[in-house]
């Protein structure tokens, strides 16, 4: 369905900007005469001229030899790679409000159509001396500004995006599991048989208010307020057999300007996520708050600061907690 | 004594080449045992790859476990070809002569199977060739991979220059064998004559590899240190990571090249060639690397358990009282400290038995703190493992890990069994050039005159 002009004399910045506006526009301006050609995918120049309307309301005219069908990627593996442009993203979790229960954790498994034995981002227990208060821990990948995990890797799989992602291609990945032995906080999961696709089931009704009351104190968690993607934009994030995968900071909802899993799946608002550039996070309740004055109100630290990785997850304190303490018996097991 | 010192040259030429194609005590049987083994270990390895990594003992906490440790393990027996070669070559040490192809034969074989250890570990073996499509110089894998290559190149011309004069000894003098091998004699010895200018090359050249092969043995361990030493874990991330392997597999080669020893002094009968002085100074040897291995071990634990680092102390904990206590002392105590107290007695040092009881111990203890080195680390990572999947925070080897680890050791057995098959197991050129320098008794020809002790003739027209 989708096309892309294809002419040998349109310079790159035509042509870039016409692939992105025409994947809408063009589609409404060809006539039936055209989209014959486009789903033939003959390429025979039979001299028919085709207009076609771009975004920006300019309309084109062209001969329907040039038009090419556009597989159906949105982000190649060139823009995966390289990140979305001017964006630096973000998270930060406020450990006041964690209470610890794992929604988080089952919506990033929803997004990501990972079975419950994985755990891209995990709950666990802290205590950091007997004297001090027990708290939740909510830990995803820190996507470092200097990532050990990528210094190690021999073939280039993982990798530090422009917009801050640590991400993995799974199609370069040899499973050497470097990285895994590298990264300091444990944030790496590799795909030790064939990982399991699980399609969740769309929560019905009755699910949500059994979901209610198990969460947060009905502080309002709702499953289906987390959109679910069918493929994930970035293509080469899927787990994959003998492959290393964790947490991608959910591009694909970036792309469109979306939150991640986690953030809209954490009734308790505990956890943000925004861009560094814009000086913006923003929570489940839709609260976008100021990342600068947020992490100086707050006292906000990272993770093992000392360790130099420069993570891109901030906490803040559990200072004045909204929950009840966990009881540390994650500790045993 | 001219006359003497040519009956003798002659002695030991026949002597050396009849280890060709001679059949030693039970070889048939070994043979096939050890084939045996590697062929299951390739069919685990088979369903390894079908089934994926799974089928091993490993998961998300310790993501590397004995395959690694075996690869650390064969890196290390691979020193000793260095060793004796090189630094036993600089320091003109005069009984070294009948080691010299032995402890290459060992490097070859061992740095041989150092190289597949990391593929057999890997998820996606068939993308081996990204190292070279998609290769990251930053990397310390590609480090080690091209140190391994280097290492390996190097061994095999250090094994192979030495061999050039023997092989037109053999081309020769040899009688009675295939026409193949006697067209490989002919090819290998490439036009060998035996002329000062033959010589003069053949001299300058292992001068210059011998000089190169120490700093690639050398950084072919420090390397495999730096795989985990280079990462932010406790118990792995000390400097002293290096200088530890370099030692560890100096200890653990010397006491592989006594065990190698012994096999073959007994297995061919070469008693009079390798005699007790080799045992005793190669038991020196040993004792020398093992005392300073109990000094790298008391600095490597002794000096984080005093600091006492949180995370240190709750690894340490675990090491030495914990899960891995029976493990930890038993290579402190069987595999450093026993060893060194038999070696420190002259009298038993003097007793091949003795020393190869040793050298049994030593080599022990060494494989288990290959283990001790890689997983008790993985299990103690910075954050705590909480909420872990069962089965997921412990780690044994399975079966198929055994298997495959096993078919490692078989096939590096094999391999130096072949070699020998094919090769004379002593230098002959360089044991007669011994004699004419420095006398018989000096390079280790001991109880010439014992007639009991001379080999059988076969293969041979002297």
Known sequence: MNTEIKNEDANNARRNFLRKSLITGSVLAVGAIGLEKVFSGEKADDGKKVKVLTADGKVLETSTSNLKELKHTPVTDAESRKGIPGKKFVMVIDLAKCDGCGHCTVECNKMHHIPKSKEWIKVIEMQDSPKEAPYWFVKPCFHCDNPPCTKVCPVDATFKREDGIVAIDNDRCIGCRFCMAACPYSARIFNWSEPLYVEYPKKSAKDTTVKETSCCGGSGCDADSVESTTAPAERFFESKKGCVEKCDFCPHMARENKLPACVTGCGMDAIYFGDENEDAVTNKSGQTVSLSQLLEDRAAYRYLEELGTKPRVYYLPPYNRQYAKPDMKGEKS | ?462
């Open chain 2, 1 to 462: 004594m001219e006359d003497k010192n040519h009956q003798v040259a002659n002695q030991v030429e026949a002597e050396l080449l009849s280890t060709i194609g001679q059949k030693y005590k039970n070889e048939k049987i070994w043979i096939g045992v050890l084939t045996l083994i590697s062929l299951f270990g390739v069919g685990a390895w088979i369903y390894q790859l079908k089934q994926g990594l799974g089928v091993t003992g490993m998961r998300d906490y310790v993501s590397w476990g004995l395959y690694i440790a075996l690869l650390f393990f064969f890196v290390g027996i691979s020193l000793v070809g260095a060793l004796i070669s090189s630094v036993l070559r600089f320091t003109g040490t005069k009984w070294r002569y009948p080691l010299i192809r032995i402890a290459e034969a060992v490097t070859l074989s061992a740095i041989l199977f150092a190289g597949v250890m990391p593929v057999l570990d890997m998820g996606h073996p068939e993308r081996l060739y990204f190292l070279v499509t998609h290769g990251r110089i930053q990397s310390p894998i590609l480090w080690d991979v091209l140190a391994i290559a280097t290492y390996f190149t190097g061994s095999l011309i250090f094994f192979y220059l030495p061999l050039v004069p023997d092989l037109a000894l053999m081309r020769d003098k040899l009688t009675g064998i295939s026409k193949f091998r006697v067209w490989l004699n002919k090819f290998m010895a490439i036009n060998w004559t035996g002329t000062p200018r033959q010589h003069k090359l053949l001299k300058r050249g292992m001068a210059i590899i011998s000089i190169v092969v120490l700093p690639c043995a050398i950084s072919v361990h420090t390397i495999s240190a730096w795989l985990i030493a280079l990462t932010m874990r406790t118990g792995w991330s000390t400097s002293l990571m290096g200088p530890y392997f370099v030692f560890g597999a100096l200890m653990a080669g010397a006491a592989m090249i006594i065990l190698v020893m012994a096999n073959i002094r007994y297995g061919y009968h070469l008693q009079h060639y390798i005699g007790h002085k080799h045992f005793n100074y190669l038991g020196m040897l040993l004792l020398g690397l093992t005392a300073f291995y109990l000094y790298l071990n008391i600095n490597k634990y002794g000096v984080p358990a005093f600091v006492g680092e949180k995370a240190e102390v709750e690894y340490l904990q675990d090491l030495m009282f914990g899960h891995f206590a029976f493990a930890f002392w038993f290579v402190i105590i069987a595999g450093l400290i026993i060893p060194i107290i038999i070696l420190s007695i002259g009298k038993l040092r003097n007793q091949i038995r003795w020393v190869v009881i040793a050298a049994i111990l030593v080599m022990g203890g060494a494989i288990i703190n290959r283990y001790l080195i890689v997983i008790p680390n993985m299990l103690h990572p910075l954050v705590p493992i909480q909420h872990a999947i069962p089965g997921y925070a412990t780690y044994s080897p399975t079966w198929v890990e055994w298997a495959i680890g096993a078919a490692g050791f078989s096939g590096l057995t094999l391999l130096i069994i072949l070699l020998f098959k094919a090769f004379p197991v002593i230098t002959i050129w360089e044991t007669m050039e011994g004699v004419e320098h420095d006398g018989q008794e000096v390079i280790g020809l001991e109880y010439m005159d014992n007639p009991k002790l001379a080999p059988r003739y076969e293969n041979y027209e002297g």
